[in-house]
């Protein structure tokens, strides 16, 4: 059943001067309504706001990094997109980033999605499908939505029902981890994401000035994270296989 009331929700950090022209471009090219998202800005958050949301090691398997600020701001970000979906009563939004571009297997993802949806379902458009692999449950044409374990990462662009986003709102009013990766967290969450292959759309932030989110590191620091990052990612995985 298709939901009767979709807007796109364009989450855009306003000094990013540079990804403006993009966000104009989605805006046109997107077959629903769309909104634009002011993005939480990481340089404007308060210790306090920090304090009162993030808190490490709040689930288990424990995430091995501490988030950055910018991490944080994201997180907050689609929060805040969330609960616009909540607040304004559609039955479903299409929450997607600024540094993203359409291609030409778009519309039938699209198409798929929408097909699909309902308001306790979360369809992720992943920019990387070949990373995923799970049973399908739904097919239009070339258009596969499946059911990946575990969930890939990256949070580009996803349509979200009301009532997902409900539960997302709830489970992440503290958080430990980026939002991607607590998307994975089936058992935290309460909310199982499916992912339309192929998903139609690219990221371009290495053409629009960058990512508002990495930052460089020590070597140790980066060498600390290669080693810890399989081990968790292994984890993941693990608690992903017992959830289905």
């Known amino acids: ?33 769309t909104e634009i998202v002011d993005a939480i800005d990481g340089r404007k958050l308060r210790k306090a706001e920090i304090d009162r949301v993030y808190r490490r090691h709040l689930h ?43 291609n030409d297997e778009f519309s039938a993802a699209w198409t798929a999605a929408q097909a699909y949806i309902q308001p306790d379902r979360f369809i992720r458009l992943p920019f990387r499908p070949e990373r995923e692999q799970g049973p399908e449950l739904f097919k239009i044409e070339n258009a596969r939505i499946i059911r990946p374990t575990p969930v890939g990462l990256g949070m580009v662009a996803q349509l979200v029902g009301r009532d997902a986003a409900k539960r997302l709102l709830a489970a992440t009013e503290q958080f430990d981890r980026p939002v991607d990766t607590t998307a994975q967290m089936t058992w935290v969450t309460d909310v199982t994401p499916l992912s339309v292959h192929p998903g139609g759309v690219q990221e371009v932030s290495a053409n629009l000035g960058g990512s508002t989110i990495k930052q460089r590191r020590s070597f140790l620091d980066g060498l600390s994270r290669e080693i810890l990052r399989p081990l968790y990612r292994m984890r993941v995985k693990r608690n992903s296989r017992k959830q289905n």
């Open 1 to 33: 059943m298709c939901p009767k009331t979709t807007k796109a929700f364009i989450i855009h950090l306003e000094r990013a001067r540079d990804r403006r022209s993009q966000v104009e471009k989605l805006a046109r090219q997107l077959p629903v309504p």
């Open 60 to 102: 288990k398997p424990h995430y091995p990094f501490q988030l950055s600020v910018s991490e944080i701001a994201c997180f907050l970000s689609h929060r805040k997109a969330w609960q616009a979906i909540v607040d304004q009563g559609v039955e479903a939004g299409l929450v997607i980033e600024d540094d993203v571009a359409l």
